[in-house]
């Protein structure tokens, strides 16, 4: 399989390797990459002809630099897992950070249509600036015509439709469904910092976030929220950071229903140190 670390390399290769009207499909991660990422890169091979993977942690997304350091990086390991699925029509574009930012790795100044203000954005000052930046970065330097992201991150996904369309850059998004443990985890990197028993108990995310989806069509938005905050109440495991409902296109938090529109609930749960994300459409 080919792996480049420089963007021109990349390049070079797609330039030489692709013909007339062969598309190229991105799928953009931060390495550690699990089941959930396979599953993308899987889809995006029924699709594409080729499909690079970026493994790249973003320096500038991190609003914690304990989180930056603790990220979990295995680039050998992800290597041969992906050569294991194809290692003809995949492609790993894994830089170092100045191949990407140059020598001064910040974040642009995007205006994200006030996506980013509610949610991960209002816990993680900063962090979806540093996403916006890196995505964009990451299509100029690929050129993908397709775009694959996880619904796990479904404030993210959201704000990078937005970004194509306000940029209008020559890329389809495609949204994936969030691939899940046997007990409901959300499979994510983060998981690989959990222990086995905590791993196991986090099952009561997903519950909880099944819950505000059946009970959705007879209780009230506060309902709701309080029902999540008490299934949290007494788990000395997993802490709560938000629970919201979410206008599924615009991410506006209303409190009360409006039949005719979709919603997603999206919560944040701390395990100790490690911040866990999920989410439900929830009508
Ligand atoms: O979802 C991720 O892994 C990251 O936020 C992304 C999209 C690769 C940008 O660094």
Request: proline share 4%; hydrophobic share 40%; net charge neutral.
């Amino acid at each position: 399989m080919e792996v480049f670390d420089k963007q021109l390399d990349l390049s070079t290769y797609f330039k030489r390797r692709l013909s007339e009207g062969q598309t190229l499909g991105l799928v953009p991660t931060m390495g550690a990459l699990h089941e959930g990422h396979f599953s993308i890169v899987r889809k995006a091979l029924v699709t594409d002809p080729y499909v690079v993977v970026s493994i790249f942690v973003n320096p500038t997304q991190f609003d914690n630099p304990n989180d930056l350091k603790n990220y979990p990086r295995i680039l050998n390991a992800d290597i041969e897992n992906l050569t294991s699925i194809d290692k003809e029509r995949i492609v790993v574009y894994a830089p170092a950070v100045e191949d990407v930012y140059g020598a001064n790795p910040i974040s642009e100044n995007i205006h994200l249509g006030g996506l980013d203000l509610q949610m991960e954005g209002k816990f993680r000052k900063g962090h979806f600036q540093g996403v916006a930046t890196v995505v964009k970065k990451l299509f100029e330097i690929v050129k993908p015509q397709h775009a694959y992201f996880g619904e796990k991150d479904f404030q993210q996904l959201q704000i990078v439709r937005h970004l194509v369309k306000s940029f209008q850059l020559p890329v389809q998004i495609i949204g994936c469904e969030i691939y899940r443990e046997a007990n409901g985890l959300a499979m994510s990197s983060r998981n690989r910092l959990l222990s086995e028993e905590t791993k196991l108990a986090a099952g009561c995310i997903f519950q909880s976030l099944k819950k505000a989806k059946d009970t959705f069509p007879t209780k009230t938005f506060d309902e709701i929220k309080e029902q999540v905050v008490a299934d949290f109440e007494n788990n000395t495991r997993f802490q709560l950071e938000y629970f919201e409902i979410a206008e599924t296109e615009t991410l506006a938090i209303h409190t009360r229903k409006n039949k005719s529109k979709k919603y997603r609930g999206c919560m944040a749960v701390f395990a100790g140190s490690v911040r866990l994300i999920d989410n439900i459409p929830l009508n």
